[in-house]
């Protein structure tokens, strides 16, 4: 079974520009979060979407927004880019497991802003 | 506040110890997951840990969980230089809807 995919893996923006991020969960996992990761604040979770709708929301901004379409692929867009949205974009889907959820991890975006 | 620690966060060690990793987590936890991320990469599943007394051993890593002290513990037994990554605890917990809360991570260095 092919994993968790991500694309681009690397990116690099300039301040003021916006992106978007891409992440195409496991065959038949529904369940889409997005975590920020950096050395000064660690792992930090944005949002997960369930079913096209935004189940779960993170304590970011505003720019950061995401979305889900109906074949669980998701996007995540940040607008106005700022040097401190440098990071390791890292998308997990889900699947439930023994009354909870198992997350599985992508390879991640590398993303620098200049 | 739901919150996840860890400890240490810096870990050098020779090869052939034995040591262990604390993560602490604050809420009611339905379960506690270990991962492993090697630099540059993604998060590797390790362990997931379901009720309280719950241990599970992988090779040289041996993870348990005492729901009451709300404490897991990661032990290493004989270091090799491959453990040498980043180890994450995080809770999953049921609080509204389902959560996870990472741990700040530990930096492990087996050094040769």
């Known amino acids: 079974k092919a994993g968790v995919t991500q694309t681009p893996r690397y990116l690099i923006k300039t301040r003021g520009q916006q992106v978007t991020l891409s992440c195409s969960p496991i065959s038949g996992h529904r369940s889409v979060s997005w975590y920020q990761q950096t050395p000064g604040q660690g792992l930090q979770f944005l949002f997960e979407?369930?079913?096209?709708?935004?189940?779960n929301k993170g304590n970011f901004p505003g720019r950061f927004s995401g979305r889900q379409f109906s074949n669980s692929r998701s996007e995540m867009n940040v607008s106005t880019l700022e040097l401190g949205d440098s990071a390791l974009y890292l998308c997990?889907?889900?699947?439930?497991?023994?009354?909870?959820?198992?997350?599985?991890f992508g390879p991640g975006t590398r993303l620098t802003v200049t | 506040e739901l919150k996840v620690e860890q400890n240490p966060l810096f870990l050098s060690m020779q090869e052939g110890k034995n040591y262990t990793i604390y993560c602490n987590y604050s809420?009611?936890?339905?379960?506690l997951y270990w991962y492993r991320q090697d630099p540059g990469k993604s998060l590797e599943s390790l362990f997931v840990l379901l009720s309280n007394g719950a241990v599970k051993q992988e090779g040289r890593l041996m993870a348990s969980l005492d729901t009451k002290a709300r404490l897991s513990t990661l032990h290493i037994t004989a270091a090799v230089h491959d453990l040498s990554a980043t180890y994450f605890c995080?809770?999953?917990?049921?609080?509204?809807?389902?959560?996870?809360?990472f741990g700040t991570g530990t930096r492990l260095k087996v050094l040769a």
């Open positions: 997990a889907s889900s699947l439930p497991r023994d009354g909870g959820y198992e997350q599985y």
């Open positions: 979407y369930f079913s096209e709708t935004q189940r």
């Open positions: 995080a809770s999953g917990t049921t609080s509204g809807t389902y959560k996870y809360i």
């Open positions: 809420t009611t936890s339905d379960r």
